[in-house]
């Protein structure tokens, strides 16, 4: 196999959570992004944290139709990571001219990158509102929609007396749901 | 109910659950009414990013196992990055011009040093030391008080150990829990002439011993020789290498009174007083007592010792930057008895709320006293 099936592969491997795969990644990228996080102003501290984000980045575009990466995986990372950080380091105002000049531009990755920010929102929404819901609708959606578990499985699980029951509360925490995510959706617009 | 009505049949259409009639007419209706339409199609994009959180959540956690499992192999925290090599390289390149250039600046920069020394006027107490020098009176006052304290104890019958007569206090942080070491301010520790002490929030006492004073730096570790003295759980917080930012939100736990105090307050300069580069400037307030106490940032780093404050200002403090902790700690291991110091810190309090960062930060800040 040569490289670009081989990450091909790796990336197959990253959209099913394969954990081999990522700890492949891990160890293969991982000093590049610490180097280039310390090397501008960051601690390694950082540098854990950009590339945990680089991460999902990466698993977002590996699930996504497009898979496409146009360079080396390699190349990838670094171009992400960068990105990451400088939006990082722009927000907490630390950075000064000159990291900017010495981070070099190598592959567009404004697109994912910009992507990500948005389902980041996204999810932090939607992580507050699931927060808000309370018991024991938060663990009634999440055995739904997340655990993909069966309705019969729930009813037993929660004590419903049968699944109509089960499906009936949960449709109504959705709607709960439903309206505490758009609260915010809106609140951003 | 219409709303759930309009999930069920929406959920039923997306997991292909409609029979192929109830299909059409489910359709049909949707192009002839906009409004169902819409709600459908909210629906859908809702339903998308339900989806889209469980599969984000349940990827994150994968990664914080392979996360977890690589730092537990030292692999993602520990490796510090080497760019010796090509430093040498020039090194070797330029180590004629180096040595030209360095005996020229050095000639310049001791005439410039004569000249200025000369000219300036040292103004040696433009800053206060905080710590706490009890007076007479106080001593008095605090013996009548110690000896009521004392009859109460007897009284329930509990003397636990003999109190020290204290003639100063200051405040010092556990930084190595295996080994006891503590961090306070030279200027702290040196007040102890006979012995030193270190109470913890509970007011139980443990001797302490100083083994490394760095009076420039103005930082001292002592280490708790007292076998009573129970091993606490991991230190909670990293000691920041790089400088505190200008603005950033601190917070102090010291001991200027016979309880731990909380202050807050922000870096208001990178440097100290006339510019030193050793301290950074805080606004907050701090009174005497308050010397060695902890400064920590927001995300639970610590970032300085809190050491003086300016004379003639209110709200103008001093704190020893941290990177200068992590100085003194090299010089220390070179003396024999002190090779094992390490400084275990994880970064437990980041995220955590202010109040319980606090909980867990205040095990590990201690008053120190002595005569």
Redesign the interface.
Same mark, same amino acid.
Do not use: H, P
């Given at each position: 196999m040569n490289t670009l099936e081989e990450e091909k592969v790796l990336l197959e491997g990253l959209a099913r959570?394969d954990?081999e795969c990522? %700890?492949k990644i891990?160890?293969e990228h991982?000093?590049m992004v /610490? +180097?280039l996080v310390?090397?501008n102003?960051g601690? +390694? *501290?950082d540098a854990?944290d950009i590339f945990?984000e680089l991460?999902?980045v990466l $698993? %977002?575009k590996a699930?996504s139709a497009n898979l496409e990466l146009h360079c080396q995986l390699k190349t990838y990372i670094y171009a992400v990571s960068r990105r990451l950080w400088l939006k990082k380091l722009t927000q907490?105002q630390?950075f000064t001219q000159s990291d900017v000049e010495y981070m070099e531009q190598v592959a567009n990755v404004e697109d994912d990158v910009e992507m990500h920010v948005k389902?980041q929102n *996204?999810?932090t929404m939607? %992580?507050i509102a699931?927060n808000k819901i309370g018991e024991p609708c938060k663990s009634l959606? %999440?055995a739904y929609?997340? /655990?993909k578990k069966q309705m019969q499985a729930i009813a037993a699980d929660f004590g419903y007396t049968n699944a109509d029951n089960a499906k009936?509360q949960k449709?109504?925490c959705?709607?709960r749901?439903?309206k505490l $995510?758009?609260a915010q959706y809106k609140n951003v617009e | 109910m219409e709303?759930?009505l309009l999930?069920?049949a929406v959920e039923r259409f997306v997991n292909g659950e409609m029979t192929h009639q109830e299909k059409i007419y489910f359709e049909d209706l949707r192009k002839n009414n906009p409004e169902l339409d819409q709600a459908v199609v909210e629906q859908l994009f #809702?339903?998308n990013?339900?989806?889209? #959180?469980? &599969? =984000? !959540?349940?990827? !994150?956690h994968?990664?914080h196992? &392979? @996360?977890n499992?690589?730092a537990n192999e030292g #692999?993602? #925290?520990? =490796?510090p &990055?080497i &760019?010796k090599a090509k430093l040498i390289q020039m090194w070797y390149k330029y180590k004629k011009t180096v040595a030209v250039a360095a005996s020229i600046a050095g000639v310049v920069s001791l005439f410039i040093a004569s000249v200025v020394s000369a000219v300036t006027k040292k103004d040696p107490t433009n800053t206060t030391l905080l710590v706490n020098k009890v007076e007479a009176v106080a001593v008095k006052n605090a013996q009548i008080e110690r000896k009521l304290n004392k009859l109460e104890a007897n009284a329930i019958a509990e003397a636990k150990k003999p109190m020290v007569e204290s003639k100063f206090n200051g405040t010092g942080f556990l930084i190595d829990v295996n080994n006891n070491y503590i961090i306070t301010n030279a200027h702290v520790a040196m007040e102890a002439k006979n012995q030193l002490i270190v109470e913890n929030k509970k007011g139980d006492q443990f001797e302490a011993k100083t083994v490394y004073i760095d009076q420039l730096r103005d930082i001292a570790i002592l280490r708790i020789k007292d076998k009573s003295f129970k091993k606490l759980s991991p230190i909670p917080f @990293?000691i920041?290498?790089?400088s505190a930012?200008l603005g950033e939100q601190v917070y102090m736990l010291g001991f200027p009174k016979k309880e731990i105090v909380y202050g807050e307050g922000y870096v208001s300069a990178r440097n100290g007083h006339n510019m030193d580069t050793l301290f950074c400037q805080l606004s907050t307030t701090a009174s005497a007592g308050s010397s060695g106490s902890p400064v920590i940032a927001k995300n639970g780093d610590l970032i300085g010792i809190l050491t003086s404050k300016e004379s003639n200002t209110q709200g103008v403090i001093y704190a020893i930057k941290s990177v200068n902790i992590l100085r003194a700690i090299e010089e220390a291991k070179k003396i024999d008895d002190n090779t094992s110091i390490k400084i275990t810190g994880a970064?437990v309090l980041?995220g955590l709320k202010r109040e319980d960062q606090i909980e867990k930060m205040e095990n590990y800040v201690f008053m120190i006293k002595g005569n």
């Open positions: 959570e954990k990522i %700890e891990y160890r991982y000093t /610490q +180097s310390t090397n102003n601690t +390694s *501290d854990a945990q991460m999902i $698993f %977002e699930r907490a630390r389902r *996204d999810f939607m %992580e699931m959606l %999440e929609y997340i /655990q009936t449709y109504k959705l709607v749901l439903k $995510f758009f | 709303d759930v999930i069920d #809702f339903l990013e339900l989806n889209n #959180f469980g &599969v =984000t !959540k349940s990827f !994150k994968s990664l196992e &392979v @996360q499992k690589l #692999f993602v #925290f520990s =490796t &990055v &760019v @990293q920041r290498k790089s930012f970064s980041k």
